[in-house]
């Protein structure tokens, strides 16, 4: 099989490298091993959260002070404005509703009760301009009696610093006896297709407003909308206040959601989206990557003029380490890490941990290293390249989108 | 000031190990008035930093004869009092290519001399017992090992103490011994929870803090000579034997593999360390390189097979008084009246020994405690089963038949951790019932029944009595979950926060490691979950 690009990795930089390049005309394949990190998705895109240990707030500012080895350095400052809108459009092409700018960090609520700094939030979320100030007075945290995943109790203590008044409440539904006598059935996806049903929202918004009877702000677990686009919506009408949602514990009902409109997306401008499938192998001459091999399709090789590598970090099984090495599973492209594994972490758990610096080496061009030597027509993209701590600075879906629109920009030059 | 500052308790035991609980648990049954005070949590020590082997004794049986028949006898006693703690798995004696043969005709006298009972085993019938075992064997011994739970054992020793009157302070470090000229008459403790400082009297004080009770011992103005050692172990996110595999040799490096609940287990490495270091225990990559290579020749799949936590843990082994230099130590019981060795009245030190042994060392020191208090009661332990496994009418099974009726895994899971005291766990509505840690199946109701009566006082004391966090994601999914039921105990959400972080920490400690392969994959999705998604950090008040 011939295509123009061929992706190896469906999550967040997979996806929009192939939207961007399927949107151009190219013929396009992804294939994705299974989930991604966009299933622990929070319900916002961070560009840059923290820099040298302090909070951001205008992240095109503040990437002058990153090292040179960082994603968006390399990516290159003069462009990474253009790409930030560049992204924007795409997501919103695809269906997605999101707020927020790239100068100007706006702040959501952790389900910790922490104010935290991002870039862009889906319009399930409620965007604060202010991190030090929260608009309502009193809150009804309402969850769902058996609901493991939400934690009332952190949420209510994290609005104490606030000045809320906020009080629990349960809610119990008929519509769930059924996933709650299994004791692992009651989490969040599973809640959330039974509200995709429609047929419970109504009596769900019901007694929300009458358990938020005196209350200014109904806060509620984002389990609302996995295949249902419209369900988020049309709780917010039905209850009578506003509603604030927040992340409950992972599968993310949001995450999956977003993942399922850009793969549409993807597809409905003819991409080949391979669901399950691993790259085994490829075939290199002359320093060009030529085809690869997937555990699915046997002997069918998949050709194409470039690859894209957008596997993701360790969790998503894009680099591997073992006791005595590091190696990207696929390739055997050149890692930028230690092989030490005494230099990997830090006793402390909440300390940068320099394994989450680690990546796929590339050259300027971002194309991926091997031996030392670049292969000409295998770009890298995503958080499967090095030189940054993502988490640590809250720069994740931007080094993986920004990254993957730079690597389709490469190809269509 | 606390209103136990006037009550004189007959004995003071300080160390919740098996040993302290063991002998709270001993002084107790004979009616003495006991206080039992540990500085952090049952089992915090050498207790729950071992193999979790229940020792037939055959390990000891050529070298040191009289270990291997104390063993023995404890091990057929805890088969009887403690059947809920322990699974009696049998164990192989493997004679490997690399090993000398001859050495098992010695090792089969020796334990028959001990009292310990052996078969000898074709080797490839002994595969067809063992397939996780070396196929290159050439010998293999039958021998009655087992695994104990540690955890286990020593909570069901406290509760019972609990149960006939003593009083158990939690989180209560000692800070000084306290003297009336020669004789000692209480503890100063410090009490960690409220943060204050509080005196306890007794008319007799008993040292069983283990390596600890080096400095306990200084409290006290009396010089115990301790040499601390390090054992380092690593635990796999699955049970690949089913019997417990120990090397036909004289004892070293990492030549026992233990299974036990989900898990087993390799063990141990034995190294000297400086006192000062005795609560910095780390595994370092050496130890972890020794405990996969040797471990590997026991049972080849553990190459491949995925390390959960590598820990480390401190024998408290103590030198003769006339062998200031250790060089002649002994691995026995150490039971000392520092009346008669020292001069100083109402203060005693049990040690040494093993876990295997805890009963007897219980045994021992309370003996002594009864004759200073010229107390005349039999010790009973031996006979009397412990909480949870008791012989009743109904059989277990009907037990928790009646008591559970919708989930199979918790249900089973609740049996095998509690015994017969699963009834107590809340059932029966679906909330209850809910899975809090998917990896050991621990519902709401067991959660909640140890928050309530087994002296929780955070997350990883949890851990300790339900094995929440303790399966193959390391607390990534569950911990959240548990510290959500553990703040509504505790009414303090900020607390519960920076337990939360705290608990993660304790499990990073022993996943660094041996953090690689499926590992760093958990601890980076955890990291993003709950420092990414969360925004938990590292101090939440």
Not at chain 2, 319 to 330: E, F, L, T, V, W
Request: aromatic share 6%.
């Amino acid at each position: 099989m011939k295509f123009d690009n061929i992706i190896i990795g469906g999550g967040l930089s997979g996806l929009t490298c192939g939207i961007k390049l399927a949107e151009q005309g190219k013929k396009c394949a992804i294939v994705s091993s299974g989930q991604s990190a966009i299933h622990f998705f929070s319900g916002s895109f961070d560009l840059l959260g923290k820099a040298n240990g302090e909070e951001v707030t205008n992240p095109l500012e503040s990437m002058k002070s990153l090292p040179e080895n960082h994603p968006y350095k390399r990516v290159g400052l003069d462009k990474i404005e253009r790409l930030t809108n560049d992204a924007l459009h795409l997501l919103v092409r695809s269906g997605l509703n999101l707020n927020g700018q790239a100068d100007r960090n706006h702040y959501t609520l952790t389900p910790m009760g922490v104010m935290k700094p991002t870039w862009l939030t889906l319009s399930d979320f409620t965007s604060f301009d202010q991190k030090d100030s929260f608009p309502w007075k009193k809150a009804v945290i309402l969850n769902f009696s058996g609901f493991l995943d939400f934690h009332t109790l952190f949420i209510k203590d994290g609005l104490k610093k606030f000045d809320v008044h906020a009080q629990i409440k349960t809610v119990s539904m008929k519509q769930f006896d059924a996933i709650r006598k299994n004791p692992s059935e009651m989490r969040s996806t599973n809640i959330a297709k039974e509200f995709d049903k429609e047929n419970a929202i109504e009596e769900f918004a019901q007694k929300a407003n009458v358990l938020s009877d005196g209350f200014d702000v109904v806060i509620l677990p984002a389990v609302f909308g996995l295949f249902n686009k419209t369900i988020a919506d049309k709780l917010k009408e039905k209850i009578e206040k506003p509603v604030l949602l927040l992340p409950a514990i992972p599968p993310s009902v949001p995450g999956i959601r977003t993942q399922i409109t850009l793969r549409e997306r993807f597809q409905e401008l003819g991409g080949t989206y391979l669901l399950g499938d691993n790259v085994e192998e490829g075939v290199f001459e002359n320093g060009r990557l030529l085809e690869i091999r997937t555990n699915n399709h046997g002997d069918i090789k998949f050709e194409a003029d470039q690859f894209i590598l957008a596997s993701g970090s360790f969790y998503s099984k894009g680099i591997v380490a073992t006791h005595d090495k590091l190696y990207e599973p696929i390739f055997g492209l050149d890692i930028d890490g230690d092989s030490n594994r005494e230099k990997w972490f830090d006793e402390k758990i909440f300390n940068d941990q320099a394994f989450m610096h680690y990546g796929v080496k590339t050259d300027q061009k971002f194309r991926a290293l091997m031996n030392g030597e670049p292969v000409e027509n295998l770009y890298v993209a995503g958080s499967v390249l090095g030189g940054a701590n993502p988490l640590k600075e809250g720069s994740g879906a931007g080094i993986s989108l920004l990254t993957s629109l730079h690597a389709a920009e490469q190809i269509l030059k | 000031m606390n209103k136990n500052r006037s009550k004189e308790y007959d004995v003071i035991i300080i160390g919740g190990g098996a040993t302290g609980a063991g002998t709270a648990r001993d002084c107790a049954m004979r009616g003495l008035s006991v206080l039992l005070v540990e500085r952090h949590d049952f089992a915090t020590g050498a207790t729950g930093r071992n193999h979790g082997l229940l020792h037939s004794g055959a390990r000891y049986a050529v070298t040191d004869h009289e270990s291997a028949a104390e063993c023995i006898e404890e091990n057929m006693i805890l088969r009887k009092i403690a059947n809920h703690c322990i699974e009696e798995n049998n164990g192989l004696f493997l004679t490997l290519p690399e090993d000398d043969i001859a050495f098992q005709s010695q090792f089969v006298d020796a334990c028959s001399s001990a009292g310990i009972s052996t078969e000898i085993i074709d080797p490839k019938l002994a595969l067809r017992m063992e397939p996780s075992a070396n196929p290159d064997i050439i010998g293999a011994v039958k021998v009655p090992d087992g695994s104990v739970d540690p955890f286990r054992l020593t909570m069901s020793n406290a509760l019972d103490a609990k149960l006939k009157g003593a009083d158990i302070l939690t989180q209560h470090e000692v800070v000084d011994i306290l003297k009336d000229q020669d004789r000692v008459n209480g503890v100063e403790l410090f009490d960690h929870e409220k943060k204050e400082k509080a005196k306890y009297y007794g008319k007799i004080v008993c040292n069983a803090a283990g390596i600890w009770g080096h400095n306990i011992a200084r409290f006290a103005g009396v010089n115990i000579n301790m040499f601390p050692a390090k054992g380092s172990l690593l635990i796999f996110g699955h049970r690949v034997n089913k019997m417990v595999l120990n090397r036909c040799r004289k004892p070293a490096n990492a030549d026992i593999l233990v299974p036990g609940d989900t898990i087993c287990l390799i063990g141990t490495t034995s190294e000297r360390i400086p006192i000062e270091e005795i609560d910095n225990m780390y595994v370092s990559k050496d130890d972890v390189d020794v405990l996969i290579r040797e471990g590997v020749k026991l049972s080849p799949s553990l190459a491949t097979t995925r390390i959960l936590r590598a820990y480390a843990g401190v024998r408290p082994l103590v030198a003769a008084d006339d062998d200031p230099s250790g060089r002649s130590i002994s691995r026995g019981i150490v039971l000392m009246d520092h009346k008669e060795r020292d001069g100083l009245e109402g203060f005693i030190t049990i040690t040494g020994g093993k876990l295997m042994t805890y009963r007897l060392m219980a045994e021992e020191a309370t003996d002594l405690i009864c004759k200073k208090l010229d107390v005349d009661k039999k010790c009973e332990t031996a006979n009397i089963p412990l909480p949870g496994s008791e012989k009743s009418d109904e059989t277990l099974n009907n037990v928790s038949q009646k008591v559970y009726s919708i989930n199979g895994i918790t249900q089973k899971s609740a049996k095998d951790r509690h015994g017969s005291l699963a009834h107590k766990i809340a059932q029966g509505d679906e909330n209850e019932d809910s899975m809090v840690c998917e990896c050991e199946g621990v519902s709401i109701g067991e959660v909640k029944y140890a928050i309530n009566e087994l002296h929780v006082n955070n997350l990883i004391d949890l851990r300790r009595r339900t094995r929440v966090g303790m399966g193959t994601c390391q607390g990534e999914l569950c911990a959240c979950r548990a510290a959500g039921l553990l703040c509504e105990s505790m009414e303090e959400p900020g607390k519960a926060k920076d337990d939360l972080a705290n608990f993660l920490q304790e499990r990073w400690k022993g996943m660094s490691p041996i953090a690689w392969g499926e590992t760093i994959n958990e601890i980076q999705f955890t990291s993003w979950i709950y420092e990414g998604i969360y925004g938990l950090k590292p101090d939440n008040n």
